[in-house]
């Protein structure tokens, strides 16, 4: 941790200078830049950064890449989805369906009354909670099942990227309940707030703003605590922090399911903002894309990921209107050219060849050899890389 005016702060200068910025841009910059249509593609932009928010703690710091992470982004989309379908759907909203009071596609799908686990989600007050704690809840008894049993690396991804799979043909095979393939849309209000207007997104865009900001203080707090110096040990030699007494898939488990609850927060967000929640969101391919948003803009930087989501998803929004059809080929060809010459990511771009002429001030710092880390003990943990 830094010291700042004798006592111990969990930012260094620099950080709160990243974070300053940030906000700099995100609240006066690009509203004052950007028509009403584009700060809304910006504001969905916002959400998928919640997830990439996770991920540097889980894949970055600890080393637990998850190939799963739409899963829980898409957990807290319908958990969010739920309560404002419900909400649109008042007995006077659904007066021509065969059972008035229930959503139209449980109508369609010839249900006749509100299944037991959406009745909960009348409440307001339920839905918030449900959408931190329900994808933290799938990714606990995940964890658990996995950890415990050492199962990492490459087989740990594997299985979530299964997981995404099989969550989605759940989703569209339970039409009835989940809305099918179409997902749950036609989402109107907001305790009688009408979120389709543009006045009601831009302020929604602003919500979604400062959620960003204090989770990216929380992931500052995590990663600046013994927990993250404890996550980075454990990442480059587990079996030396194993040894020393700590109970590593406690710590895994832990951090799955802080990202878990990252990402969820995000759903919510992108829920609210665009109006719908669809399986296409859960899948593999949203999966992978948003772990290639914290690959380029650095794993290991916590702002670096929020760029490198702003930057692969504005590029993938204009080339995508120019060149439909080779934007797939574009985003291969970045992850490619991330993972062979710049693996740090923008971050690292900084890192190296701007920050060292910018001072100290700026995380501008000499260079130094590496050092292995030193073992960690019960009583102390072991130092966090820069």
């Given at each position: 941790?830094s010291k700042a005016s004798?006592r111990?702060?969990f930012l260094r200068?620099?950080d709160i200078?990243g974070?300053v910025?940030?906000?700099?841009?995100?609240v006066?910059v690009?509203?004052?830049t950007?028509?009403?249509?584009?700060?809304?593609?910006?504001g969905?932009y916002l959400?998928?950064a919640?997830?990439a928010?996770?991920?540097?703690l889980?894949?970055g710091?600890?080393g637990?890449l998850?190939?799963?992470q739409?899963v829980?982004f898409?957990?807290?989309?319908?958990?969010?989805?739920?309560?404002?379908?419900?909400?649109?759907?008042?007995?006077a909203?659904t007066?021509?369906?065969?059972?008035?009071?229930?959503?139209?596609f449980?109508?369609w799908n010839?249900i006749?009354?509100?299944?037991?686990?959406w009745?909960?989600?009348?409440?307001?007050?339920?839905?918030?909670v449900?959408v931190?704690?329900v994808p933290?809840?799938?990714?606990?008894?995940l964890?658990?099942a996995?950890f415990k049993?050492?199962?990492?690396?490459v087989y740990?991804?594997?299985?979530?990227?299964?997981?995404?799979?099989i969550?989605?043909?759940?989703?569209?095979?339970?039409?009835?309940?989940?809305?099918?393939i179409?997902g749950?849309?036609?989402l109107r209000?907001?305790h009688?707030w009408?979120?389709?207007?543009?006045?009601?997104?831009t302020i929604?865009?602003?919500?979604?703003?400062?959620l960003?900001?204090a989770c990216?203080?929380l992931?500052?707090?995590?990663?600046?605590?013994?927990l993250?110096?404890?996550?980075?040990a454990m990442?480059?030699?587990?079996d030396?922090?194993r040894?020393?007494g700590y109970d590593?898939?406690?710590?895994?488990?832990?951090v799955?399911?802080l990202?878990?609850?990252?990402?969820?927060?995000?759903?919510?967000m992108?829920?609210?903002q665009?109006?719908?929640?669809?399986?296409?969101f859960?899948?593999i391919?949203?999966?992978?894309?948003m772990?290639?948003?914290?690959?380029?803009g650095?794993?290991?930087?916590?702002?670096?990921?929020?760029y490198?989501?702003l930057v692969v998803?504005?590029?993938?929004?204009?080339?995508?209107?120019?060149?439909?059809e080779l934007?797939l080929?574009?985003?291969g060809?970045l992850?490619?050219?991330v993972?062979?010459?710049?693996p740090?990511?923008?971050a690292?771009?900084?890192?190296t060849y701007?920050a060292?002429h910018?001072?100290?001030?700026?995380?501008?710092?000499?260079?130094?050899?590496?050092t292995?880390?030193?073992?960690p003990?019960p009583?102390?943990?072991?130092a966090a890389a820069?």
């Open positions: 941790m004798g111990t702060f200068p620099q200078i974070i910025v940030l906000a700099f841009i995100l006066v690009l509203p004052l950007l028509d009403n249509f584009r700060l809304q593609f910006v969905k959400t998928y919640f997830v928010l996770g991920l540097v889980c894949w710091y600890a637990i998850s190939l799963g739409g829980f898409g957990l807290g989309g319908y958990c969010m989805a739920m309560f404002l379908k419900l909400e649109a759907s008042s007995p909203n007066k021509i369906q065969t059972t008035p009071g229930i959503p139209d449980m109508d010839q006749t009354e509100l299944p037991w686990f009745e909960p989600f009348k409440s307001f007050g339920f839905t918030t449900a931190v704690l933290a809840f799938f990714a606990l008894v964890g658990y996995m049993r050492r199962v990492g690396g740990f991804a594997i299985i979530t990227q299964a997981l995404a799979a969550m989605t043909i759940l989703i569209i095979g339970q039409q009835g309940y989940t809305g099918g179409n749950i849309t036609d209000t907001l009688g009408d979120i389709r207007t543009d006045s009601a997104k929604l865009y602003f919500v979604c703003v400062a960003l900001i990216i203080l992931a500052f707090y995590v990663k600046s605590s013994k993250g110096r404890i996550l980075v990442r480059d030699k587990e030396r922090v040894f020393s590593v898939s406690s710590f895994k488990i832990f799955f399911c990202a878990a609850s990252l990402s969820a927060i995000g759903g919510a992108f829920t609210l665009v109006g719908f929640m669809s399986p296409s859960v899948g391919v949203p999966s992978i894309e772990v290639i948003y914290t690959a380029v650095g794993r290991l930087s916590i702002l670096g990921a929020i490198g989501t998803n504005w590029a993938k929004t204009s080339f995508s209107e120019s060149f439909p934007w080929f574009g985003l060809g992850f490619i050219a993972v062979l010459i710049f740090n990511g923008i690292g771009l900084w890192q701007i060292p910018l001072g100290p001030l700026f995380g501008g710092v000499a260079k130094r050899k590496a292995p880390p030193a073992p003990s009583g102390t943990a072991p820069e």
